[in-house]
């Protein structure tokens, strides 16, 4: 029993002994209304498939990074500072509340019990602590109030436009205005209280409240008028608390817990790898039905917050291709929730045509660049849902017929061109010298060049400089010749599993042969595959299939003694390493560097580009959209190959941003790329957007050989080479 006089506050003042037994009552109901719906959730999870990944290993440091991630905002304040600010106060605020109540809790339900049980009953909510607990509560609910009031202000005075989407309805609204009202109510009750019992001194400490007692004093409120509303209030308040707890588990409050489970499951190298299939070809491997996903992509259904990030940095909706990565994720919540409520019949979950919860086109439209995922600040991995789409629609027959082409060249020439794959290495034919056999000599760097700069004229043009660049730095390189087929990347992420692990087998068995120390690719793409997702097939589980055209049983790179490289990155070394003479100044003209998507948030590799652009003198001018924000260029996801309506082209809205949104403006002369992809669809927007007399697409590769040879020469080259040999 607290004494009378203390510095304290009676919590249940005025609400009497049996207002008590039906406040506990009551919260009992809610509690177990929220028990139920989350039991609910967690067995609709725990019937979804297995995952690929392990997800809970190292669970403890999952939970630490986890807890980092979300109190530090950190992924929420990048792109949308206020945004970022406006989430930090609201989700702060929440918690210190949420723990007051809690500490609250703990000393009128289990502190003072306990004290009495041993015959002196006792309260720690007194003094010290509760001046202390009353200041902090008031300062945080303060902050919680702000961050809901400019949560209120973005969404319906500005209306900021990624608010608001398909699937924006009355739940969004009632759970912005229930925390507006509980942080508000929270301080009117606190406030008549005060003025109720007549301002107690020790008080002032809680000073929001204080204020507004002052306030409705000088509005006319009387204290014992105060006294009499009092009960009203705090029944108004405590009621609409408890109705929040119990709803939580059952609308857009449950992303409170189900983004935070999300973010402690996530997979760090989600989207750069994807998830193989059963080795038996009969097993599912798609999307037939809402069962056949599994526990962390319906997981990621229930996390997504519908903030829209996702969808504000789409290319493929900017551009106005029928994609908004936000609605894919939220269409199949919907439908299955629809399913398991019994309120809808089953129908196809993707198809070309006809009733399916999501279109193919829409899924023909994603670039696969991961952009959504990169923006996204719940961990939602929506291209590993994308994909398990795509292959239900490659089982299922329904691609686009360019894309079939590309399949049947692939299946017939070992490459996306259907080119003969011993006219393979003719883009060397114009060297002045020969490119080692891999095969049979011994070298150190095991080159894959790639479809597109061996088959593709423009592309070999880089190829041809890039070889320039490794003879002039006199290392031990060597390729495969006809040996080397199409990495696979991009039509795994199309749905063609089985292609790409055949691709695999046969390239793993290639790399066996010739054990380098180190693997370069020329394409972005070919590197992220090799780097990330070769070592994580199964092919022992493939080997003796009859489809499957290699022979190589085991697990190839384990343990990562291949190196494998972009070979900017190689390249990158041997500057540094002073091995191709460069003085730094060789050209004189800004240029501008576009970020690919497979090198940059695939892979985390922004610099090594970028130090080679400085290495040959030229003035780096960045676009607005630079590094993880970068702006896809179309050609990722299968991109290249299709022919899709699009209101801009994203090529061509990259060449404006160029020459109109960076630092130099129009006085950039040339685009520089290092991705293959990149290059051809910036050469196509460049001519569709006619910016052809304007701007320059070159690559890095290219940019290094003009600074070679506008160097010293033959001397500085001698001398790069005396100092690789020396080492």
């Not at 989430?87 to 809690?102: E, K, N, P, Q, V």
């Not at 006792?122 to 202390?132: A, K, P, T, W």
């Not at 509560?137 to 109030?145: C, E, P, R, S, T």
């Not at 080997?543 to 190196?563: H, V």
């Amino acid at each position: 029993m607290v004494a009378e006089g203390a510095t304290t506050r009676p919590t249940f003042w005025r609400i009497g002994h049996l207002g008590e037994v039906v406040f506990y009552l009551l919260a009992a109901v809610a509690i177990a209304i929220f028990a139920y719906g989350l039991y609910r959730n967690v067995e609709r999870y725990t019937s979804g498939q297995e995952d690929w990944f392990d997800r809970l290993d190292d669970l403890p440091g999952r939970i630490v990074d986890a807890t980092r991630i979300v109190l530090s905002n950190r992924k929420l304040l990048d792109r949308d500072t206020a945004g970022g600010v406006m989430h930090a106060l609201i989700m702060w605020g929440f918690l210190t509340l949420l723990i007051g109540t809690t500490i609250l809790a703990i000393d009128m339900d289990i502190y003072q019990p306990a004290t009495a049980a041993l015959g002196a009953e006792q309260s720690f909510f007194v003094g010290d602590f509760y001046l202390s607990y009353s200041l902090v509560m008031d300062a945080m609910g303060l902050l919680f109030v702000v961050g809901v009031g400019v949560a209120l202000y973005r969404r319906y005075a500005a209306r900021e436009e990624r608010l608001w989407g398909k699937h924006t309805s009355l739940e969004d609204d009632l759970f912005i205005w229930a925390l507006f009202l509980l942080g508000v109510g929270g301080y009117l009750a606190e406030g008549i209280r005060i003025l109720g019992t007549g301002f107690p001194g020790f008080e002032t400490v809680s000073f929001v409240g204080w204020f507004l007692a002052e306030a409705l004093a000088v509005a006319g409120m009387s204290q014992s008028i105060a006294a009499a509303v009092y009960p009203a209030v705090w029944w108004s308040h405590a009621l609409l608390a408890l109705a929040f707890v119990a709803a939580v588990p059952y609308g857009k409050p449950f992303h409170m817990l189900s983004s935070y489970v999300n973010i402690v499951t996530r997979d760090e190298k989600a989207g750069a790898r994807l998830p193989g299939i059963p080795a038996d070809l009969d097993a599912d491997t798609g999307a037939e039905s809402v069962d056949d996903f599994t526990w962390k992509e319906l997981l990621d259904q229930d996390a997504c917050t519908k903030c829209g990030r996702c969808s504000s940095v789409c290319p493929a909706k900017e551009s106005g291709r029928p994609l908004d990565p936000r609605d894919v994720i939220l269409d199949l919540k919907q439908y299955r929730e629809a399913v398991d409520a019994g309120e809808r019949e089953e129908v196809d979950i993707v198809t070309d045509g006809g009733e399916s919860v999501i279109d193919a086109a829409t899924m023909e439209s994603c670039m696969a660049c991961m952009a959504c995922m990169d923006a996204c600040p719940v961990d939602i991995e929506h291209l590993k849902s994308f994909t398990r789409m795509n292959r239900q629609l490659t089982d299922t027959g329904q691609v686009d017929s360019n894309v079939q082409d590309t399949f049947d060249n692939i299946m017939a020439m070992g490459n996306t061109f259907g080119d003969p794959p011993d006219a393979r290495a003719d883009w060397a034919q114009e060297l002045e010298f020969d490119l080692a056999d891999a095969r049979e000599e011994d070298v150190e760097y095991l080159w894959y060049v790639g479809d597109y700069p061996s088959y593709d004229e423009r592309n070999k043009q880089v190829a041809r400089s890039l070889a320039k660049i490794l003879e002039h730095a006199d290392v031990e390189y060597g390729i495969l010749f006809e040996d080397e087929k199409y990495d696979g990347n991009d039509i795994r992420r199309l749905g063609e599993e089985f292609l790409y692990v055949d691709l695999a087998g046969h390239h793993v068995e290639c790399f066996e042969a010739v054990d380098p120390e180190k693997i370069i690719c020329t394409d972005p793409h070919s590197y992220n595959t090799f780097k990330n997702e070769y070592p994580e097939v199964e092919y022992e589980d493939f080997a003796d299939e009859p489809l499957m055209d290699f022979e190589f049983d085991g697990e190839w790179n384990a343990d990562g003694e291949t190196e494998v490289f972009h070979w900017t990155q190689a390249v990158e070394e041997l500057v540094s390493e002073d091995r191709l003479g460069l003085r730094g100044d060789e050209l004189d003209y800004t240029v501008t560097y576009h970020d690919p998507c497979h090198l940059g948030r695939y892979n985390d590799e922004y610099e090594a580009p970028r130090e080679l652009i400085r290495a040959t003198g030229a003035t780096l001018s960045e676009m607005p959209r630079n590094r993880s924000n970068s702006f896809c260029c179309g050609g990722g996801g299968g991109g290249l190959w299709m022919d899709i309506d699009e209101e801009t082209k994203p090529s061509e809205e990259r060449m404006r941003e160029a020459l109109e949104d960076t630092p130099a403006g129009s006085a950039v002369e040339k685009f520089v790329v290092a991705c293959p992809m990149c290059m051809t669809m910036y050469e196509d927007g460049m001519k569709t957007g006619g910016y052809e007399d304007d701007i320059e697409i070159v690559d890095v590769a290219e940019l290094l050989v003009e600074a070679l040879e506008a160097g010293p020469g033959v001397d500085a080259a001698g001398a790069g080479r005396a100092a690789g040999q020396a080492d």
